[in-house]
């Protein structure tokens, strides 16, 4: 899909201010500079997600003076703006050929860019994280260093490029896994896994987030498990508690998936919402959205019935059309629970209906597969039967056995209860033309 100029390039107005606000930091030691910074963001509650960003910017671009990260976050942006504009078949020759589009600020605008399309236009994000990598991998040959050379010891060149790729190399595989195309996750988490081998700071810890998130949905449990407890004691050592939060939440979704108890993932994932701070929600409003809306279905699947309805119906709708779908989904599988067909049946079409238009076969398949158990308990077995069959075709198309058994299963079942319903009618007929008495005795 066609990503047009402008997502987001421009410098937010409040971010100069912010510079302005925190000139007076320079000289002063990290620690004690991020400390009266976050002074300043919780006096002014209306810049913090500015300010949030001035920090990472800050961080990544490695200028002790803010002002200056200031301008070259914005350069960056003219350079976005200016690559996007371009015909996509353009764009790989730009990164090629211009200067301009091989540098390590640009980079970090896409993948920023990137992370934002995750919620807001997931079936986007695969074609900016590739622009990452082409723009990243440029940056590194310009220093004279390549992704390859990622854990021999000897480099000393184009580190911090090389860090940068190694992020947008985890973005792009977590695009194609938005997108459901596992067969590309597959042919990437390999070589991904080898350029992590060795820890490089946040490059590092965040390719083996992603990574690991990756090999949840790959149901390689020990692996991700691996990835993400790397992740989780990395982003530690550097202090970003945000987002080794990100991985713990990744944690628990692997809890879930791998067929861990529902209390125990339940009781994770309350732990770590619970220790949300208001800036992180500040920082983050999608992520502590997405981790807040997943409680309800814990609560289900904990058998907390009444709570999960209760707290779905305190969730306002998302502006995020991935969050928003999603919402909606897990508020359709409960309403069935609490004896709500109809509500359940309008919500899971809603919610099918956004992820195709989202371009997010995965998530449409697994409400494929919540519509089919309302038709077949209600009755409708020819529509389950159906319904069953297009989430099948979908993870075959991703290539997700597991998924394609459990399909093939619910199809079974929808074949079986037709087949009771086709003998249990053909018996009522026959008894009410007499052909049959009521003990099964022939009456000729």
Known sequence: MEVAGGLGWKTDARLDLLARLFSRLQGRARSDAWEAAAEVGSTHPDLAPAYWKLMDVWEDFGHPDLADAVAAWDEAGWAEARLLSLPPPGRRQAIAEDAEFQTRELALRLLATDERLWHERPEATLEVSELAVLVAEAAARRKGAHLHLLGRRTVRRGLSEIAVGLRARAHHLNGHRIRGDFASVRRLIGPLAELTADPLGKGFAEARW???????????????????????????????????????????????????????????????????????????????????????????????????????????????????????????????????????????????????????????AHALLHLADLQLAIGRLWDGEQTVVQAMDIFQSCQLRRHVVAALEQLEEAVRRKQGMREAILLAIARASGIVRRHGERTD
Do not use: H
């Not at 080794?244 to 979704?253: D, I, Y």
């Not at 108890?261 to 994932?269: G, I, K, N, Q, V």
């Not at 629970?337 to 076969?361: H, Y």
């Open 210 to 364: 992603l990574l690991g998130t990756a090999l949840i949905d790959l149901e390689e449990w020990d692996r991700a498990d691996a990835a993400l407890l790397e992740a989780i004691g990395e982003y530690r050592r550097l202090g970003k508690t945000f987002e080794a939060r990100r991985a713990r939440v990744a944690r628990v979704m692997l809890q879930r998936a791998s067929g861990a108890e529902p209390r125990r993932y339940l009781t994770a994932a309350q732990r770590v919402f619970k220790s949300f701070g208001e800036k992180d929600r500040l920082r983050d409003p999608a992520f502590y959205t997405v981790c807040r809306n997943n409680l309800p279905l814990y609560l289900l699947e904990a058998g907390e019935l009444w709570d999960a309805w209760t707290l779905w119906q305190t969730i306002p709708p998302d502006a995020l059309p991935a969050v928003e779908a999603r919402r909606i989904g897990q508020g359709a599988v409960i309403a069935f629970r609490m004896g709500k067909p109809n509500v359940a049946e309008d919500g899971l079409s809603t919610a099918i209906d956004l992820f195709r238009d989202l371009d997010m076969p995965y998530d449409a």
